[in-house]
C-alpha cells in the first residue's frame, strides 16, 4: 500500500506560479499511474491532470491545458505539477492519487490512494 504526502502548497497572486510535489513511500511507485486532482469550497473534487507509470501519458482538463505540467521521477518516487499563470479560479485543495490502472483515468474513483491534500490559494 502506497503513503502519500504533497507538498508545495500556498497564498500566491494571480498570475504567478508554484510547483506542488508528492512523495510516495510504501510500494512500488513505478507500478502506479499518478494524478492530481482539486476541490474548491462547494464543489466536487476535479480532475487537474494524469501521467501513466512511465510518464508517457499526461492527459490534462481542459481548464490547466497549456499552463499545467505534470511530470514525475521514479527514482524519487515523486510526482510533480508545475502550475503557471495561476488566477483565483485554481484556489482550492490540491490531492494527488496514486491508481493501479495502467493509464491515468480522470475519475477519481479509479484512483485507491490519496494524500492530505496541499492548499493553494491564487489571489487577484
Known amino acids: 500500500q502506497v503513503q502519500l504526502v504533497e507538498s508545495g502548497g500556498g497564498l500566491v497572486q494571480a498570475g504567478a506560479s508554484l510547483r506542488l510535489s508528492c512523495a510516495a513511500s510504501g510500494g512500488t511507485f513505478s507500478s502506479y499511474s499518478m494524478g492530481w486532482f482539486r476541490q474548491a469550497p462547494g464543489k466536487e473534487r476535479q480532475f487537474v491532470a494524469g501521467?501513466?507509470?512511465?510518464?508517457?501519458?499526461?492527459p490534462y482538463a481542459d481548464s490547466v491545458k497549456g499552463r499545467f505540467t505534470i511530470s514525475r521521477d521514479n527514482a524519487e518516487n515523486t510526482v510533480y505539477l508545475q502550475m503557471n499563470s495561476l488566477n483565483p479560479e485554481d484556489t482550492a485543495i490540491y490531492y494527488c492519487?496514486?491508481?493501479?490502472?495502467?493509464?491515468?483515468?480522470?475519475?477519481?474513483?479509479?484512483?485507491?490512494?490519496w494524500g492530505q491534500g496541499t492548499q493553494v490559494t491564487v489571489s487577484t
Open positions: 492519487a496514486a491508481s493501479t490502472l495502467i493509464l491515468p483515468g480522470r475519475n477519481p474513483t479509479g484512483y485507491a490512494y
Open positions: 501521467i501513466g507509470r512511465s510518464g508517457g501519458t499526461t
